[in-house]
């Protein structure tokens, strides 16, 4: 039987904690999630009883470390319903992951005159590199623009795809509005034109399904941290096709296969991609909070998570002077706003004095701030350990300082 959702808040330890003497309302979870025990006990675990450098070392410890990480990679595969665990490398996050893609797809297939299509819903992560990269190779940066609702139009993006196109990089879910952008009919468009594509996953993989064949991403980045698992690791996911073909990103230990002062060859996917000591311990920690998201039934989990973002809209819609960003037709765990009146650093600031956490600022996403002519929002977030009571929370607290400053 699956775990009821309900449950999950016990599980998190950080959660029952007080802020300034109030207890924690925890709405920052598109910038991290907390992490349940299960996550925090398999690090600390690991460090009391398995620690050792992995694939190199013969003795026990090695052995064991080395399974745990290999496991978790598995398990990472089978989450995402990749079809090898060798289309799974382990990164530092999905900035390391992107990154990885737009120097190593850069050098081998990116030349003069080609063109990069990303959108103006992207985080700074799979915006800038790609920038950065088409200035490195002499390419054209394409960028699809968001309509009123905060919505991409697909019409804009067949007309941005020409036969220079040579990548498509775009977010299942925008971080900053929470637009659910219609990726696998982007993934379809991109491919009808032989395009690849880069789906960064950062703020869909914890709340909606994430099939990697049934999307048919070429790639797919996430981070560890906003899906219950420690800071400092994530994932990218690539098809071999494309990734046999790409040049090491890193170089040093683990990538080599053989060495010689006048040539060097690469290991094996996904090895190849993995230069120097992995950070094994949080690995093991995805592992954990893979674990932890499996015990829901993901159908159930997605439902309670929309019916909260729902009942958190209604409730904000209802404030006077308080704006809600975008109005796509599917939204996803993020409620992005500003009231009038009120700066949001300093709203951000008075409801954190009520224990309320929330997050205010560009969201690193400067392209929709300057497209809506704003300095920023404020934006509260959703994981599955919120509930009613904490958007009642955010919902009264507003008010409170609504009344406060125009006293
Ligand atoms: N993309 C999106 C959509 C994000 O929300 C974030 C994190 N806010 C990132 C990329 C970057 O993730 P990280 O900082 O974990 O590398």
């Given amino acids: 039987m ?3 959702i309900l449950s999950a808040r016990a599980d998190f330890p950080i959660l029952t904690q007080t802020v300034n003497d109030l207890p924690l309302v925890y709405l ?8 349940p025990q299960s996550v925090i006990d398999a690090i600390s675990h690991y460090y009391s009883t398995t620690n050792a450098n992995i694939h190199r070392g013969n003795h026990t410890l090695a052995v064991q470390a080395t399974q745990a990480y290999e ?3 598995k398990k990472v595969a089978s989450y995402l319903n990749a079809s090898s665990p060798d289309q799974i490398i382990f990164t530092r996050g999905t900035t390391e992951s992107v990154n990885l893609v737009a120097y190593s797809f850069g050098q081998a297939f990116v030349k003069e005159g080609d063109e990069i299509i990303v959108s103006q819903l992207e985080h700074h992560s799979n915006y800038v590199p790609w920038e950065l990269m088409c200035q490195r190779q ?13 919505e991409l139009n697909l019409q804009d993006f067949r007309e941005l795809l ?6 498509v990089a775009i977010n299942h879910v925008s971080n900053s509005l929470g637009t659910v952008n219609p990726i696998e009919e982007i993934v379809r468009i991109a491919h009808s034109a032989n395009v690849p594509v880069l789906v960064d996953g950062a703020q869909a993989v914890q709340h909606l399904p994430h099939d990697v064949q049934a999307l048919d991403a070429d790639f797919y980045a996430f981070s560890g941290h906003k899906m219950y698992a420690p800071m400092g690791v994530g994932v990218l996911y690539g098809k071999k096709e494309w990734l046999e073909k790409m040049p090491p990103f890193q170089s040093g230990g683990e990538m080599i296969d053989e060495v ?6 690469f290991n094996v996917l996904p090895y190849k991609f993995e230069a120097g000591t992995p950070n094994v311990a949080d ?4 592992g954990a909070a893979i674990d932890y998201i499996n015990q829901f039934d993901f159908a159930q989990l ?8 729902t009942y958190g809209l209604d409730l904000l819609k209802a404030i006077p002077g308080l704006k809600i960003y975008g109005n796509p037709k599917h939204r996803s765990a993020i409620l992005p706003f500003n009231v009038e009146g009120i700066q949001h650093y300093d709203l951000g600031i008075l409801l954190d004095a009520k224990g309320i956490a929330v997050r205010t600022g560009q969201h690193c996403t400067q392209p929709i701030m300057d497209a809506l002519q704003i300095p920023g929002t404020v934006r509260a977030s959703l994981a599955l350990y919120n509930t009613r009571e904490d958007l009642d929370a955010l919902a009264h607290g507003i008010q409170r300082v609504i009344r406060l400053i125009k006293r």
């Fill in 2 to 4: 699956s775990k009821d």
């Fill in 28 to 35: 920052d979870n598109a910038a991290t999630t907390q992490k």
């Fill in 71 to 73: 496991g978790v990679r």
């Fill in 138 to 150: 002499g390419a054209t940066f394409r960028v699809i623009p968001f309509d009123e609702n905060g």
């Fill in 162 to 167: 020409t036969d220079k196109t040579r990548l």
């Fill in 260 to 265: 010689t002062p006048t040539r060097v060859t």
């Fill in 283 to 286: 690995v093991i920690g995805l």
């Fill in 302 to 309: 997605q439902a309670y998570e929309e019916d909260l973002l």
